[in-house]
Each structure stands twice: as structure tokens, then as C-alpha cells.
């Protein structure tokens, strides 16, 4: 059977102080005696390939591993396939025939289905029990490191994230529970894979995305703490126009725009031309823009924020000790930016891998780095102590949320026979929604649940006392009410045609003189009586608006019918008197008799006046 030695690079550069070379010696010098034909050729007969634990266990201690993975696999000699570090891979035809052989080994020993390969599973070659064992794909891939996702995936000009909101990688993975990450880890790598998947990771990073340049603009925050999550929309102008011609591709196009953004905008252009700069692979290029935006920079953030950046292109050429140095002042600058720590602790597995333990582990407290602890490859050696302090802060927030939540239980269930049944059901609702959070959501919901639960505690503990002053200004409202009535019935002309008025003036006299003496003493305890005796006043009051509209329109006619009255009768009698005078005038003066003197004459000035008295009555304003 004819293998392979098939070295990682990438594993290499990422966990060994060693060179690449050294390593490849180290290897072969390990595995010549027994199986090195030539070069990076073995051949192994499968009665012998149970000694392939001693060779591995052999180079885990000359390496010092130390949990992380080894830089070397066996793989079948002239097959290509997906190979994962520190393995042993198998035709399918190989591994039938070992099937039986493995039984009688004398160490555990299995067969597992990989891509169209079998891994064969040794002591020396299995995962560490973390729940995301596949997390050493994300080391690997055929290109240099994509400065925007850290991903050896695809060139830097192709990187998939480079466009959309830069806080997306962490806010959808807060909806979940530590254990849920990381079964969502797992299948995005596996037999749920698919080119969203890949997509998905190369957003992981997401303070190093493009997106970021927007939430800088809009809220110049002084901060990282203060950074908004949410997406922002962009200013317009050259800079909106050069940020999506970097989304698409067009980096000469995004250049001469962020070239010919206002000089008022010209530290935020600055950081435009080092993404750009980053994307065509110009390291130089990119650290020239930083130290001239370095001189711009006046908040503790950006200033955090461009030597991060300046460790970034550091580490990722390699060069740990200068990263270090840029990522120690940016936390100088912001000790809020926690991404220069998570990126210390990166270059420290190499370098000093307790320091880097220990930052790690002192950021799982921290819940939007959580998705980044759970899934950093470089942090293999100490993953499951990881996992075990992330579950850990999930369960402590979850415990401190049920504290939370039992406060404000607490505080209802003494007023549960006090308040209203309608208030009872609202905040009982409310309690049951923060309870299916707390034991069904993820990160966010539990923050969210806790503190809602914490603002539904001291909203209960003081609500008696609100209600009961609120429902006294109710009181209030409904005398003020009441008098605007009582002196509307004062001045009520018709009063003795009206007696149902004044009945219900009385009815409601009495209910609020009843309502006034439920709140002396201790009112918190006659609160429900309150409250119905408030919303009783309040529909009998209603009532009353009802009757006195009636009243009104009863006053309206009886004024109208009154001037009507009065002007018919006046004009009228001043029609009979003249057309009484005009015989009289006739007789004694001689007076010629007028032409319009006629009994047709004198209905028809009658049927006038009439109209017009009709007409002056309806014009007539309450």
C-alpha cells in the first residue's frame, strides 16, 4: 500500500516556532527507518500500519504539540481530496481490508468515511471531544490570507464578505445557545455545506469587512463599545459610490472616488484607500495610508482601530512580534476594542501559548466574541476548556435571568388578588414570554430577557403606589368632570322639563363622594374597587354627555320656537294694526284708501312675516 507524506504549511505558520523545513526533516527523520522509500513516498504493508501510533505519538513529542494539530497527514499517493492535518486517509478499498485487522490492534482503532476516503482513527490522530472538531479547515486552503476574512479560501479580490452589514456574523449567531454554534459550525462544514455556507464564513471577522466604514461615519463613535451594531445608512456622495464600487470588484473606480471624497471626510477616505489598498494584495501600499490617517485620528477608537489594522497586515505577513507591538497600543488607545486581544492571543499560540490561553479564556465573558472563540482554529490546544467557560457565562447568565425573572414573580404575586384581572393577564404574559427566552433563546435573548426581567421587577414593585396616584389624577379628571356639568345645569333655563338630568347629576355626586373615601387609608388594597368604581363614574359621565346633548338640542329648538314667537307676533300685530288704522285714517282724514288694502293683501304680508320669523328663529346661535 503506497501513502504519502502530505505537509500543512498553513498549520506550520499558524502553531509551530519551527520552520516549514525543519518540520519536513523532522517528519521524514521520524518515518525513514521504518516506511520512506523516497521523498515524501512510503510504503506500507497493512499488517504494519498498526505502528503508525508509535510514529505519530512519537512526532506529537519531538514537536511538542501539545494539543494542536500535527502539520503532516498520510494520504494515498496521486489522490487529491479534502485532507484535514495529523491524519491517516485510506482508499475505500484499503480500509475494507483493514476492517477486521483494526479489531486486534492493541489500542482503539477505527474507520471513518471522509469525503470519497476513510480516516483511520488512532489515539494519537483523534479530535480533542470539542463539539466543532472541523475548525482546522478554516488554517486551510490553497492561497495567501485574505486580509478581509482571514481565509485562505479564495483570492482577496474574490472574498464573498467583502459586501453587507459588517456586525451580521455575530448578530446572527447571538440568536443561539453556545451548544447551537456550534452544531451550526459543524454542519456548515459538513453534509450541510453549501456555497452560502462557505459564504457565511468568510464574514467571520467582521470588524476587518468594508461594512465598517458606514457605523464610523454615521456615529464617529469615541469607542468601540459605543460603535452601533445595527447597519447604518451611508452618507451618499463619492463616499457611498466608492464603498459599492469595492463591494463589486472595482478597485481602481472605489480609489479615484475615495481619492475625491470631501476634505472634511478625509480621515474616513483614508481608511477607504487601506481597504482597497488590502484587497489588491498592496501591503505597502496600505500601511502608507494607515500611518497618514495615524495623524488624522482624534477619538481613542480610530486611533485603536488603525494600529490594529497595522498589526493585522503584520500577522498575517507573518511577522508576530511587530503585531504585537500594534495590537498592545491599540488596546492602549481602547481598551474596549477587544478584537486587538483576540488577535494577541492568535499570535501568541505560537510564541507563548499560556499567554494566549489566558487571554482567550479572559474574553468569554464577553458575548459578541463568543462566535469567534467557538470557532478559532488556532485555538485547537485548549478548545473544550473554551467551550466549557462559554457554557459556563451562558448558564451563569441564564441563572441570573431566572433570578431576575423570580424577583419579579415575587413581587407580583402578593398584588395578584389587589389589581385589576385585565393588568394581572398583561403582566402575567409578559413574565411568560421572558421565561421562554431565558430557557429557549440564545445570547441575545438572554440579555434581553434579563434585563426586561430586572425593569418588570421594580415596575411591579412600585406599581400599587403608580396606579393609586395615577388613578387619584383620575379621580381628579372625573370632579373636574362632574362640575362642568353641575355648572352646565345651573345655567340650564328648561330645568323643570330636565329632571332625568339632574338625577343622574346626583347618581354620580354620590359615586364619586364614594370614591373619594375608598382612597383614604391604606388606598393599594381597595385597588380593583377603584379602578370599577373610576370606570363606572367614567361610563355614567359618558351617559351624561349623551343626555346633555339632548338637552341642548331641546334648549336650541325651545329658543328657536321663542324667537318665533316673539317676532311672528310682533310683526303680526304690527300688520293688524295698520291695516286696523287705514279705515280710521280713511273716515276722519280723508285719506285716500291704499291700493294694496285688501284681505288677499293682508294674508299674503302674514304668510311673509311668518317666513321670516321662521327664518330668523332657525338662524338663531345656541
Known amino acids: 500500500m503506497r501513502l504519502k507524506l502530505k505537509f500543512f504549511p498553513e498549520i506550520q505558520e499558524g502553531f509551530y516556532a519551527l520552520s516549514f523545513e525543519e518540520i519536513k526533516n523532522n517528519v521524514r527523520r521520524i518515518f525513514k527507518n521504518a516506511f520512506l522509500i523516497e521523498g515524501n513516498k512510503l510504503e506500507i504493508g497493512l499488517e504494519e500500519l498498526f505502528r503508525a501510533e508509535k510514529f505519530f505519538s512519537s512526532l506529537q513529542k519531538l514537536l511538542n504539540s501539545s494539543g494542536k494539530p500535527l502539520p503532516v497527514s498520510l494520504v494515498p499517493e496521486e489522490k487529491e481530496g479534502l485532507f484535514r492535518p495529523g491524519k491517516i486517509y485510506l482508499l475505500p478499498e484499503t480500509a475494507k481490508k483493514l476492517r477486521n485487522q483494526v479489531k486486534d490492534w492493541p489500542y482503539p482503532a477505527s474507520l471513518i468515511p471522509w469525503q470519497k476516503f476513510y480516516e483511520l482513527e488512532i489515539p494519537s490522530t483523534k479530535d480533542s471531544p470539542s463539539k466543532f472538531p472541523l475548525k482546522d479547515l478554516l488554517l486551510l486552503g490553497p492561497f495567501p490570507v485574505c486580509p478581509l476574512c482571514g481565509l485562505r479560501w479564495h483570492k482577496s479580490t474574490n472574498c464573498p464578505g467583502v459586501k453587507g452589514e459588517f456586525f451580521e456574523f455575530p448578530s446572527f449567531l447571538l440568536n443561539k445557545t453556545p451548544q447551537a454554534m456550534l452544531t451550526f459550525f459543524l454542519e456548515t462544514l459538513t453534509n450541510k455545506a453549501s456555497k452560502e455556507s462557505f459564504k457565511f464564513w468568510s464574514k467571520r471577522l467582521f470588524y476587518l469587512r468594508p461594512g465598517v466604514l458606514k457605523n464610523i461615519l454615521a456615529a464617529n463613535p469615541e469607542t468601540w463599545e459605543r460603535m452601533p ?371 288677499e293683501a293682508f294674508l299674503a304680508f302674514s304668510l311673509l312675516i311668518l317666513l321670516f320669523s321662521l327664518f330668523y328663529a332657525l338662524r338663531q346661535k345656541n
Do not use: C
Not at 295 to 307: E, G, H, I, R
Not at 351 to 361: G, V
Not at 387 to 415: C, D, G, H, T, Y
Open 229 to 599: 451594531r445595527k447597519g447604518l445608512s451611508g452618507p451618499g456622495g463619492n463616499f457611498s459610490l466608492a464603498l459599492e464600487a469595492l463591494y463589486h470588484g472595482h478597485l481602481d473606480e472605489s480609489k479615484r472616488r475615495f481619492n475625491e471624497v470631501d476634505s472634511s471626510q478625509e480621515l474616513l477616505a483614508l481608511l477607504g484607500l487601506i481597504f482597497v489598498a488590502m484587497v489588491k494584495g498592496d501591503y505597502a501600499e496600505a500601511i502608507f495610508n494607515i500611518e497618514k490617517a495615524k495623524t488624522l485620528a482624534q477619538s481613542p477608537f480610530l486611533k485603536a482601530y488603525l494600529s490594529f489594522l497595522r498589526g493585522w497586515l503584520s500577522e498575517i505577513d507573518n511577522k508576530h512580534f511587530e503585531a504585537e507591538e500594534h495590537y498592545k497600543e491599540a488596546l492602549k488607545r481602547d481598551r474596549t476594542f477587544w478584537p486587538a486581544k483576540y488577535h494577541l492571543a492568535r499570535i501568541y499560540i505560537k510564541i507563548s501559548p499560556n499567554k494566549a490561553r489566558n487571554l482567550a479564556l479572559s474574553m468569554t465573558s464577553i458575548s459578541e466574541a463568543i462566535p469567534l472563540l467557538l470557532s478559532e482554529p488556532l485555538f485547537i490546544p485548549f478548545s473544550l476548556e473554551l467551550e466549557k467557560e462559554i457554557e459556563l457565562f451562558f448558564e451563569s447568565r441564564q441563572r441570573e435571568a431566572i433570578r431576575k425573572l423570580a424577583q419579579a414573580e415575587n413581587a407580583l404575586r402578593p398584588i395578584t388578588k389587589t389589581i385589576p384581572e385585565e393588568d394581572k393577564n398583561i403582566f402575567q404574559e409578559r413574565i411568560n414570554e421572558l421565561r421562554e427566552k431565558i430557557y429557549n433563546g440564545g445570547f441575545k435573548d438572554l440579555i434581553w430577557a434579563e434585563q426586561k426581567a430586572m425593569e418588570l421587577s421594580l415596575e411591579l414593585q412600585g406599581y400599587l403606589f403608580r396606579k393609586v396616584k395615577k388613578l387619584r389624577e383620575k379621580y381628579k379628571e372625573l370632579k373636574i368632570e362632574y362640575e362642568k356639568y353641575e355648572n352646565y345645569w345651573k345655567n340650564y333655563p328648561y330645568r323643570q322639563d330636565a329632571q332625568e338630568f339632574k338625577s343622574m347629576l346626583d347618581s354620580i355626586l354620590k359615586d364619586l363622594r364614594s370614591l373619594n373615601t375608598l382612597f383614604e387609608g391604606n388606598a393599594s388594597k381597595r385597588l380593583k374597587q377603584i379602578q370599577l368604581k373610576s370606570k363606572q363614574i367614567e361610563k355614567n359621565l359618558e351617559l351624561l354627555e349623551k343626555k346633555k346633548q339632548e338637552l341642548e338640542q331641546r334648549r336650541k329648538f325651545l329658543k328657536q320656537l321663542n324667537s318665533f314667537v316673539k317676532i311672528f307676533v310682533i310683526l303680526e300685530s304690527l300688520l293688524f294694526g295698520i291695516f286696523a288704522a287705514i279705515p280710521f285714517m280713511e273716515h276722519f282724514f280723508k285719506v285716500e284708501k291704499p291700493p294694496f288694502f285688501s284681505i
